[in-house]
Nanobody, 117 residues
Framework: QVQLVESGGGLVQAGGSLRLSCAAS????????MGWYRQAPGKQRELVAA???????NYGDSVKGRFIISRDNAKNTVYLQMNSLKPEDTAVYYC???????????WGQGTQVTVSS
């Protein structure tokens, strides 16, 4: 079993920055992908950014050039630096981990990010 604990959400004005963190614990296979998804009210959950244990990254189109994903493999922690935030970035942000060996996916409890105009 894998547990994911997110932190760093909150309220920020448009144009501001926030940094999210997600620490994973439990039975973690060394090869995995960690990432962030978000879900706004009335909308489907969407990919924000993901990063493999080898460092390959993938970003959603709406955040390219503004958000940066990184990870510390020794700490099993993934970070999301969010810059130039817009009101449309307002959502619950969920941490995700997919194990390479089993394909199993795990989710955090979510953290609220609110961007005021």
């Amino acid at each position: 079993q894998v547990q994911l604990v997110e932190s760093g959400g909150g309220l920020v004005q448009a144009g501001g920055s926030l940094r999210l963190s997600c620490a994973a614990s439990g039975s973690i296979f060394s090869i995995n992908t960690m990432g962030w998804y978000r879900q706004a009210p009335g909308k489907q959950r969407e990919l924000v950014a993901a990063i493999t244990s080898g460092g390959n990254t993938n970003y959603g189109d709406s955040v390219k050039g503004r958000f940066i994903i990184s990870r510390d493999n020794a700490k099993n922690t993934v970070y999301l630096q969010m810059n130039s935030l817009k009101p449309e970035d307002t959502a619950v942000y969920y941490c995700n981990l997919v194990q390479f060996n089993s394909g199993l996916a795990y989710w955090g409890q979510g953290t609220q990010v609110t961007v005021s105009s």
